[in-house]
């Protein structure tokens, strides 16, 4: 059974930054591509950032592009999301995931980080 545990929310000042980790055990990390989404109040859940199962080709939304990083570190079984200049409207509840290799799908979640950015 995969697990997944995110921590590094918190409050943040607009222009500031944020590092959130997302610790794996179970299953296969090392071979498992992985997505960060983000849930706002009142709001759908939306894609974030992903990266393959090598750390390689990271994708990200368009409200993040050159401001968010993701990375993945294979030996620690945890990905990151690097924030920087945070804005008011990246307020929002973090979740990582795993993407099934067979489905593509995202099938393992994990409980989520807020992440509360004050103007």
């Known amino acids: 059974q995969v697990q997944l545990v995110e921590s590094g929310g918190g409050l943040a000042q607009a222009g500031g930054s944020l590092r959130l980790s997302c610790a794996a055990s179970?299953?296969?990390?090392?071979?498992?591509?992985m997505g960060w989404f983000r849930q706002a109040p009142g709001k759908e859940r939306e894609f974030v950032a992903s990266?393959?199962?090598?750390?390689?080709?990271?994708s990200y939304a368009d409200s993040v592009k050159g401001r968010f990083t993701i990375s993945k570190d294979n030996a620690k079984n945890t990905v990151y999301l690097q924030m920087n200049s945070l804005k008011p409207e990246d307020t929002a509840l973090y979740y990582c995931a795993r993407r099934n290799i067979f489905t593509r799908a995202y099938d393992y979640w994990g409980q989520g980080t807020q992440v509360t950015v004050s103007s």
């Open positions: 179970g299953g296969t990390f090392s071979t498992s591509a």
């Open positions: 990266i393959s199962w090598s750390g390689g080709s990271p």
